[in-house]
């Protein structure tokens, strides 16, 4: 058997939880299981029941209840009447909270005898015993409210033991994500602030270890009214003065080397000289991750989620660098990618944590760890986070920083609707006079002695997308014998998308992957739409090349808006209507006419061959 008290109550027979019964069964187990060994009057069982009041029949009524518990655990020995009440006849090695003391006493002696080592790996084996507050859910009983309370006291204080045992082991860079949480939780708790201030200090952090100390004392002095005591002010007179004796025990790994200062990353790329338009959305990125904030603040995070190709990249970091003095202690920057490989969090994690002046050695191998270090380093710095071209918002959940005083940036294919709070930017296409001015600055003076009605029909045909303007400029500046009336025979010949490409540029090459990231109906729907002449079409047209029902259809169109692969056109009147962006048009032409039957037939009676 074993009985389980750290957390709420559960029963295991040979590793099968037991089925206990009603909450009152429940609370007569626990009340005869916090005293193991030791019989609890009818009078205590009825009054963890029935509180001041108990009905007449409380007696049978208890008796009844633990006939019950005995049926439950299969065997009636193990409940034992004796006096007036009844004792919980168990062996010590079945209890957790006895394994729990038992292992805590052994970590202690571990210790002592200097096997520090061993003493963490068994103090962190008591710890975790724990699966929540002790007797979770029936401390509305007094006398499990008074264990209950008994058993946290116990556990911090093992805690705040295998915390000292880790820090005598040189772990300062594993303990700071763990203490800056801990200190949230438990601000009352001096020794905990003393470990964290040691930490920092020894991380590297000497000015943050003070303003650990000036935290804590605030928070005494409001919470308690009381100044810190002689340990944590001792602490804090040894850190100020740079005492020697502060140094681990033991020192850290060879392959780590001593704790680096922190440093201010600077990740961010140069702006870019050809950057053109998008005033009004710089405007609004910089209003918002331009201000002061607090670091009770909610995380201001801008997300800009736009076609392939629509310059998201190049949006945010020009943003980013309209807003660097607001972010004086740094800018870290990691392209996820919406690839069917995309770079996973805890590998973007372990990037920022070294970026951060964490040794490698020295970064935690679990992923919540990691996240809850790289929290506590951007703890109230001014840090800017750029996350590029994400694919869902489930890569953001651990990179996101805690602290209002930092800044997201990110871009993505999809709209990250379930972002809540986020200040949400869609690109669109850019302006003829903005696409014209970006197409001169990527070629320089190459166009001076240009057609005027051949650029303009130029960039009518990249479609304002940046990256097709980007595309055909770079062609211009690297072949002299380009000229701009070639580019526009080939952009209105067979096979538009193949002119559209040089170098690590190309319309196609950034559109596949939002393709190959959709589900295979919505796939095949994106080709078959594809293939048709309407400039738009309602839901119903969706639903008739599907053959399926209205409602599926409209999911898979939604699919298709979500990741800008179709745009809604919202009539004066009328039902909603959607359509291509002429280049997405061309992109899914293609790719029906290379995978599927239907569309090869529709195109080849459009005589788009």
């Keep these: 058997m074993e009985y389980r008290l750290l957390g709420p109550l559960s029963v295991c027979r040979e590793g099968v939880e037991l089925d206990l019964g009603t909450p009152k069964t429940r609370i007569i187990l626990a009340m005869l299981l916090s005293r193991a060994g030791r019989p609890v009057s009818m009078e205590q069982l009825a009054g963890a029941l029935w509180g001041d009041a108990p009905p007449k029949s409380a007696v049978k009524n208890v008796q009844t209840y633990v006939h019950r518990l005995r049926l439950c655990l299969g065997d009636p020995a193990c409940l034992v009447r004796q006096g007036s009440g009844y004792l919980a006849s168990t062996r010590r090695e079945d209890l957790d909270t006895a394994r729990f003391e038992d292992l805590a006493a052994s970590g202690r002696a571990l210790e002592a005898a200097g096997r520090l080592d061993e003493a963490s790996r068994r103090l962190r084996e008591a710890l975790a015993l724990w699966r929540g507050p002790a007797f979770a859910g029936m401390t509305d009983v007094a006398t499990l409210a008074v264990e209950s309370t008994r058993l946290e006291e116990e556990r911090l204080s093992v805690l705040e033991r295998r915390i000292t045992v880790d820090l005598r082991l040189g772990r300062h860079g594993e303990l700071l994500g763990e203490l800056t949480s801990l200190t949230g939780q438990f601000p009352l708790r001096e020794r905990l602030w003393g470990q964290l201030m040691l930490t920092l200090y020894h991380c590297g952090r000497r000015a943050d270890a003070l303003n650990a100390y000036t935290q804590a004392r605030r928070t005494l002095i409001e919470e308690a009214g009381l100044d810190p005591g002689r340990e944590l002010r001792e602490i804090h007179q040894r850190i100020l003065g740079q005492d020697v004796s502060l140094g681990p025990a033991a020192p850290l790994p060879a392959t780590a080397g001593p704790a680096r200062p922190a440093v201010v990353p600077r990740m961010l790329s140069s702006a870019l000289r050809d950057f053109t338009g998008r005033q009004a959305e710089l ?6 991750l331009g201000g002061e904030r607090a670091p009770e603040d ?61 040794p490698a050695a020295a970064v935690p191998d679990d992923e919540d760890e990691r996240a809850g270090l790289y929290r506590s380093l951007l703890a109230e710095r001014r840090t800017l986070v750029v996350l590029d071209d994400v694919r869902d918002e489930g890569q953001l959940s ?13 871009t993505s294919r999809t709209r990250l609707g379930a972002l809540v709070g986020a200040h949400r930017i869609a690109l669109g296409d850019l302006g003829e006079p903005d696409g014209a001015a970006l197409l001169r600055k990527v070629t320089g003076d190459r166009l001076a002695a240009a057609d005027p009605a051949h650029l303009r029909t130029l960039v009518r045909l990249c479609a304002g997308s940046p990256l097709a303007l980007r595309t055909a400029g770079s062609l211009l500046a690297a072949r002299p014998h380009y000229r701009v009336a070639d580019l526009v025979a080939g952009l209105t010949g067979a096979r538009p998308l193949d002119v559209l490409a040089y170098g690590g540029l190309g319309v196609r090459s950034s559109l596949t992957p939002s393709y190959l990231a959709l589900t295979p109906k919505a796939r095949r729907l994106f080709r078959r739409l594809g293939a048709l002449e309407e ?71 459009l005589d788009l061959r």
């Design 398 to 410: 651990t990179l996101l920083p805690g602290s209002g005083t930092c800044g997201v940036l990110v």
């Design 298 to 358: 909610p995380t201001a995070v801008v997300t800009i989620s736009g076609r392939a190709g629509s310059g998201k990249t190049s949006l945010a970091i020009q943003a980013a660098h309209r807003v660097l003095r607001a972010h004086p202690d740094g800018q870290l920057f990691a392209t996820l990618a919406t690839t069917e490989s995309p770079l996973d969090p805890h590998t973007v994690l372990g990037r920022f944590l070294r970026t951060l002046g964490v």
């Design 535 to 605: 400039p738009d079409f309602a839901h119903w047209t969706a639903a008739a090349v599907l053959d399926v029902d209205p409602q599926v259809a409209q999911r898979l169109l939604d699919e298709l808006i979500d990741t800008h692969l179709l745009d809604v056109v919202e009539p004066a009147e009328g039902p909603v209507r959607y359509r291509f962006h002429d280049l997405t048009r061309l992109y899914a032409r293609e790719r029906a006419q290379h995978e599927d039957a239907l569309g090869r037939g529709v195109l080849r009676a």
């Design 283 to 288: 405007e609004a990125i910089e209003q918002v």
